[in-house]
């Protein structure tokens, strides 16, 4: 079990959290291809290494946050607001 | 039987003044206080303790630890029989009962033994390939009966379980000299220092060698604050430096052989610096019937004698591939033991000058094994061939084969290894990320040698400083070679699994080369041991007959657990009704004086229906129905999803989540909605109203408001974050009372309600915040059965006064309690649909009706773009039907398929709702059907069981089609 570093609670236990999935996802508008709209509901990279997800303190203060996650090694590099661009 | 209690001062962790009475298989023994079952067991002489897994073969106690293989126990009886506890980690206590496993009638004659009668026919993989036609799973529960250990209780476990978590700086994982070294340098430098010690007390497998050493550290330990705990065993290592650790309580607090006890607490500890000081295993010599009761590992022995005054046997072969061979025959004597010889492997010249102190045949193996449920000689058999075979009269063979260091921890949390030619072991190659090894699990032998670097890497882990390299020697020389090749008689690799080396070898001629294979295909290295006493030698093996060297080979993935953990353990308090908790109605009380039948619906515990005497629930749901329909009826809604949304963007934020435009609703009016996901699929609905210019009140599915206001959320967070919207979930603060009926208002206002609330000043599908006796109350005129129907928000705690206070005017209006059940009859004759009832997971809310909602919505909504997908626009699609027998007596199941021939074939659709309408005296239904908006009238055929129902689509609603009772 991971110890996640909430942004605005300290580290507390992954158990604490849900998982969004991967951060900075641009969402197509109305008008975009069918395979564009498809891409962006089902597709996404598994990368060996740097990931850039999105957590939700579920249990704690509720709030999403990104975090920079080795997907090997777990290790977190970082952890920003949800609306910072990535590092 | 030629096992007996030495003399003290042997026996340094036994009492002898405190004698234990136990039983085993059924006979009556006493051993002493400090006595493991294992200890008193061969105290008392009793060498068969029970079968192998396969084979049936007679075995014993192999060794004095955590790696035992063999002899294992079902403890205990009853509710808490535990199945295979290994008796060498079994603390005595009086009045302990325990059995063999996977023998019968009796571990001394066992009808399973013709198994090892027929052993040539049982090599590894023969049961996948004998037993494959017609399949496997026909075979497999009389295999599963013959093949296996323990058995499980099959009753509830009446005892308790617990979860601490804790934190330290530096946890040490091991309570010998070396752990004991370590945390004491740690706590000494200043660091919160826990140590974990698996045995119970301090001290570690070799206490009895390094008493003074050992009493020393732990009035250091003391003195410097090292928080320490024993039975308390470090099983696993996971992410981030979480450890976890299983307390044994022994005995189990508050238990004198009854159940209900406290038994064992899961230890979750974050630690900064994890130390592991585990120990080493000792591996076992390879020889011919190497499985005999009476052939156990040296160094166990040697414990036995010392720790707890038990001499295994009086006259001692030791088999050898390793220097330490000499070091516990060396033991032994001082304890008074005879050893008659040391069988080596090795030439002369491989062997140090102790080697003098003994009768020692070099350059030798064992041959065979005389005795069958023990041993009575051996003979020995030299590779210098002109040497003829000896026979050694003995009753114990240790095997010392050398050590393999306990590198679990290390490996788990992602260290590497390295082979150690010269010991044939594998060491740990550097530290793992967050782990530091010290002692024997580290490959450092020499006592002194691994005080100093624990003490060392205690220091520099609190202090922050690099850490110290691992001198790693001292565990002698020892011989990788494992087996005996060309002489009869089967070898064992796993005594646990009965795998042979014949079996290695068929494995390795099979191609199954890798470890990984190996393991699986052999089951080497499986069971309640692990592979503690064989991976090393298997993979050795593997080695040989593949032409490898053993760093080539390998070691299998290590994963946690180290040792068997009990489920209860992992469960802890999370049993029964904790399991998951169920959520009351503000009210509950009330509704059981009424004689409500509770039912769980989602999280809730709530009434089905309020059954008179004599009445089943279906009897009384129809009668609860037809009652709302004629005259009036309450309902406590309180599950009900609230959420408050306020804020400038508010309007405009609900119209982005919901199919329904929410912008232009007046402050009192409200509407139905649907929510939607990305992918178009509709996950909840429910009425919006507008309190406000600024706030709204929402109504979500009961089951479906904290995964809604999670959504909420999410899309205010993540993607619409410039919006000025703040979502509150009030489900917990407001309680909801329906009322219904025609005579619903009559009913509200006899009891005082507001005159504004009538039905001929406030209109269906409004909602208007009033008060009653200075309770604020948030009404809303809406209706889920179809009749007159307001449902009154009141806040939790008023719930039960207002249901009182309406309840005791009830009879002057006929008025009735309904539950759930007459609920879902009255929406289904209505034509209502139930989210995920009369929807499933590819449900767009063009299939239920609202194509023409979409349409006139201009605006984004979440979900909109999905349902312009080709696949969306399908005609084909299934949509919601109302359906009703032609008979107009059947009830249609829910579930059943619609399709024009007997399945199999493919399917039109399926019933999702369908009652008995009292209203009607007929069957209603909704069902999703393939293009079923546009099959009006067409008559179907329905499914069920071998029967066929012939059916047809009829118009929704059932009932009122013009809404005349609805809107009053």
Redesign the interface.
């Known amino acids: 079990m991971m110890q996640i570093p909430c942004i605005h609670c300290g580290p507390r236990d992954e158990s604490e959290f849900t998982c969004g999935g991967t951060s900075h996802m641009a969402r197509p508008g109305l008008d975009e291809s069918d395979r564009n709209w498809g891409e962006y509901l089902f597709f996404r990279d598994n990368p060996k290494g740097l990931h850039l997800e999105r957590w939700r303190h579920a249990q704690g203060c509720g709030q999403w946050f990104n975090l920079a996650r080795n997907t090997v090694t777990h290790e977190i590099l970082s952890v920003y607001a949800i609306t910072d661009p990535p590092p | 039987m030629t096992a007996s209690r030495l003399a003290a001062p042997l026996g340094s962790r036994v009492d002898r003044s405190q004698r234990l009475e136990f039983q085993f298989n059924g006979r009556r023994f006493s051993g002493f206080a400090g006595d493991t079952l294992a200890s008193a067991l061969l105290a008392n002489g009793v060498q068969l303790v029970g079968r192998s897994f396969k084979l049936h073969r007679p075995r014993g106690i192999f060794s004095c630890g955590v790696e035992e293989p063999t002899g294992l126990v079902d403890l205990s009886t009853g509710a808490t029989r535990t199945p295979n506890m290994r008796s060498t980690l079994v603390e005595l206590y009086d009045g302990l009962v325990a059995a063999s496993v996977n023998c019968w009638p009796s571990v001394g004659f066992d009808v399973g033994a013709i198994n090892s009668r027929m052993a040539a026919l049982l090599p590894a993989g023969f049961y996948y390939k004998t037993f494959k036609w017609p399949n496997w799973q026909l075979f497999e529960p009389a295999i599963r009966r013959m093949a296996g250990l323990g058995t499980v209780s099959g009753e509830p476990d009446p005892d308790r379980y617990e979860e601490v978590a804790a934190q330290a700086d530096v946890l040490v994982a091991g309570g010998g000299i070396a752990g004991l070294s370590a945390a004491v340098a740690a706590a000494e430098a200043g660091a919160d220092t826990l140590l974990l010690a698996s045995g119970p007390t301090l001290g570690g497998a070799l206490a009895w060698r390094a008493g003074p050493r050992v009493a020393e550290l732990i009035v250091r330990a003391e003195r410097c604050g090292v928080r320490h705990m024993t039975r308390t065993l470090a099983f696993g290592i ?3 430096n ?1 450890v976890c650790a299983r307390e044994v309580l022994h005995p189990p607090a508050g238990r004198a052989g009854a159940g209900g006890a406290l038994r064992e607490r899961l230890w ?1 500890i ?1 630690a900064r610096a994890v130390i592991a000081a585990t120990g080493a295993f000792e591996r076992p010599v390879i020889f011919p019937n190497n499985d005999r009761p009476g052939v156990m590992l040296a160094g166990a022995a040697d414990k036995y004698a010392h720790a707890f005054g038990v001499a295994c046997g009086q006259r001692v072969v030791i088999a050898a591939n390793s220097d330490s061979a000499y070091q516990v025959a060396a033991s032994l004597r001082g304890a008074g033991v005879q050893v008659v010889a040391v069988v080596d492997r090795r030439p002369r010249a491989d062997i140090g000058a102790e080697a003098a102190q003994v009768h020692t045949l070099v350059n030798a193996g064992i041959a065979t094994v005389g005795g069958a449920k023990a041993v009575r000689h051996c003979s020995v058999f030299s590779i210098d061939t002109d040497v003829r075979p000896e026979r050694l009269e003995c009753d114990l063979i240790l095997s010392a084969g050398g050590h393999a260091p306990a590198v679990h921890l290390h490996s788990q949390a ?1 260290g590497k290894l390295r082979w150690l030619e010269e010991s044939a072991m594998f060491v740990p190659d550097g530290a793992a ?1 967050g782990v530091w090894s010290t002692g024997a699990c580290a490959g450092i032998f020499t006592p002194d040698t691994a005080v100093n670097h624990a003490a060392e890497l205690g220091t520099a882990l609190a202090l922050g400083r690099a850490v110290p390299a691992a001198a790693v020697g001292g565990a002698g020389r020892s011989l990788a070679i494992t087996h005996i090749p060309g002489v009869a008689g089967k070898q064992f690799i796993d005594l646990q699994n009965d795998v042979s080396t014949g079996d290695i070898g068929l494995a390795a001629q099979e191609n199954y080369r890798s470890v990984e294979h190996l393991k699986r295909y052999t089951t080497t290295g499986m069971g309640t041991d692990q592979g503690k006493t064989s991976n090393v030698n298997a993979l050795v093996l593997m080695g040989e007959f593949t032409g490898r060297e053993p760093a080539d080979v390998g070691t299998t993935k290590f994963r946690p657990p180290f040792a068997p953990v009990t489920l209860g353990l992992f469960a802890g308090r999370r049993v029964g009704a904790l399991y998951r908790p169920l959520k009351h109605l503000p009210a509950h009380e009330w509704h059981e004086a009424q004689g409500a039948l509770f039912e769980q619906f989602g999280n809730w515990i709530r009434p089905a229906a309020y059954p008179r005497s004599g009445e089943s629930l279906e009897s009384a749901a129809q009668r609860e129905a037809a009652a709302v329909r004629k005259t009036a009826g309450l309902l406590d809604g309180s599950p009900l999803g609230k959420l408050e949304i306020f804020g400038p963007d508010a309007a405009h934020f609900l119209d982005l989540m919901y199919v329904g435009t929410m912008s232009n609703l007046n402050p009192g009016q409200a509407r139905y909605g649907l929510l939607l996901n ?2 178009g699929i509709v996950v909840d609905d429910g009425i919006v109203a507008r309190l406000g210019p600024q706030h709204y009140w929402v109504n979500t599915t009961s089951a479906g408001i904290e995964r809604t206001a ?1 959504a909420f ?2 899309w205010l ?3 619409y ?1 410039g919006l000025r919207v703040l979502v509150t979930p009030v489900t917990s603060r407001w309680g909801n009372v329906t009322v219904a009926g025609p005579r619903a208002w009559d009913w509200l206002a006899s009891v005082g309600f507001d005159s504004a609330l009538a039905p001929s000043s406030m209109k269906h599908m409004t909602l208007r915040e009033s008060a009653l006796d200075g309770m604020a109350l948030r009404v809303l005129r809406a209706s889920f059965s179809g009749e007159l129907g307001y449902e009154i928000n009141v806040p939790v705690d008023r719930v039960t006064g207002l249901i009182e206070r309406l309840w005791e005017r009830a009879p002057q209006f006929a008025a009735v309690l309904y539950g759930i059940e007459a609920l879902e009859i009255m929406r289904t004759e209505k034509g209502f649909i139930h989210v995920g009832t009369d929807t499933d997971g590819t449900t767009l809310p063009q299939d239920i009706g609202f194509a023409r909602a979409i349409e006139r919505k201009a605006a ?1 909504f979440v979900g ?3 349902l ?3 696949a969306a626009r399908d005609p084909g699609r299934f949509q919601l039907v109302a359906l009703s027998p032609v008979d107009r007596r059947t009830l249609l199941p829910v579930g059943a398929q619609i399709a024009a021939a007997a399945p199999p074939t493919q399917t039109e659709g399926h019933v999702t709702s369908s009652y008995w309408s009292p209203e009607l005296g007929a069957p209603v239904a909704l069902g999703l059907l393939a293009r079923g908006t546009q099959r009006l009238g067409e008559k179907i055929r329905v499914h069920h069981l071998g029967k066929v129902i012939d059916a047809e689509v009829v118009k929704a609603p059932f009932i009122d089609p013009t809404g005349e009772r609805l809107h009053g």
């Open positions: 996971y992410d981030h979480l979750k974050r992602g990320p990305e992918n999670a959320e999410e967070q993540c993607e974050t984004n909109r773009r999905s312009l997908r080709p």
